[in-house]
DNA sequence: ATGGTTCTCCGTATGGTATACGGAGAAAGT
DNA sequence: ACTTTCTCCGTATACCATACGGAGAACCAT
């Protein structure tokens, strides 16, 4: 008979043994060739080396570990079951960095500090961004994760839901312009052509069709933008921008507490 | 021989030139039987109706229209531009809100309506948030949304660059936590469970893995905004909060400009 | 009017994907 | 020694984008 009874309905009970390692070993059977953590860091590597999460396949993986594809379906339930796992697993670097917290550091520097260190860990592992799991990642390291991070906003004068919201927000700014980023590196590769050469090639068909006085303000602005960040856009500044109005809006809050 | 000449180099020239119509139709050879904006709009459809963008196939939009797979190809270069131009043809229906601005609105009002106006666009079309350009779409409804959000903090004391700056992280925020939103959405139908099926399953295996007494903060913190929100995230608040210390953090800037 | 040219439509082939199914054979329990 | 449980994985199914090239339509020049 064979083991997979994976019915497609997802178990997150089996996910969460896999996320901790608490799963006793088989009393039968012949000996496993592989571990979960080996199959996951074999993943992780081809997904950093390959940047783009859809060109991380199992066939691949597999050949990675040298064994068949259908193989890794002994070891995890399915491919987004192994996402899921690859994620909790690369929240282990943030933990180790989000650990050395400087003596005395205040919440600002904190929250800079910490959106330094996701920011980093986005663009070590680009396809972090595009793993969506919809319900909360329930390993060790994201826990923890999370655990530190709330440690930076502690006690500075938020209640409980604010310290949550206050974490949320910055993390979904730093991935917002972390995407940016990434995918402007991206486009770069895939179309084999960097973003001087793509604008002269758009460069005279746009001018023949966009009129500068129907777009007054876009016209300015953009220019002045794009003089400044010598490119269209420019993630980095706008990560260092929004963090630091992100960071005078929570000052606002705890001046003037809303109870 | 062939009109496909298409080496997978692509052509900005030609996108824009379908994004913004002008483009002379051939002197020779069959009529079409179809316009780009049909195909569009079709695509539109079916991208809203499947709300996944893998399920966007170029078969399914060829079938909805009657026509061969490979027929699509004479109206798009690839999959590609063809989502960049089902792109610009939804910031159509942003450009008519942006449009319908309120008498007397000042700048924090304004930004509240374009935040409503693109979390809502978003979740109408929840694929737009999987499109990714990396570079700047070039038509004429995304260049006029710009041109419109501009207007919203023109005069209020920010220099060009500053401007961009805001437009730009107020819309990474929408899409960030409208993601959010759009994802919880979609768990529920891909893994035919509600959240309170789901944490059924997980709260058990869990419980005997997670003590609480390591994560202090996270138990406390998370239970606490759990309740708030009755549910694990909650992207209408983050929505809010942080659209609101966005917002504070710019007034924040207004009053102490850097120069 | 006719032949050449340009064009659309699309069948087929290529090379990719996840994963369901079930068989071969290994390891352990009885 | 027999049965059970288990791993590994070959094969099949059902998708996908798109390159290629042929059939035939519509126009143009002669």
Known sequence: MAATDNNSAPDPARTIRALWGTQEPPRRGPRHTLTIPQVV?????????????????????????GVGTMSLYTYVASRDELLELMLDAVNAEAVAELR????????????????RISWDLALRHPWTLQVFTGRPTLGPHSTERYEL??????????????????????QTHVEGVARRRVEADKVVRRTDMTDEEWWGLAYQPLAEVLDPANFPLGSRVGTAAGQAHNAAHSPEHAYAFGLE????????LIANPTR
């Open 41 to 65: 860091q074999s993943a992780i590597k081809i997904a950093d080396a390959v940047q783009n999460l859809d060109r991380l396949s199992m066939r691949r993986v597999a050949e990675s570990l």
């Open 100 to 115: 050395a917290k400087p003596e005395g550091e205040g919440w600002q520097d904190g929250l800079r500090r910490m959106a």
């Open 149 to 170: 991070e709330l440690g930076i906003v502690e006690g500075i004068g938020l209640d409980d839901v604010e310290m949550d919201a206050v974490i949320a927000i910055v």
């Open 245 to 252: 109005r992100l960071i005078a809006g929570v000052a606002t």
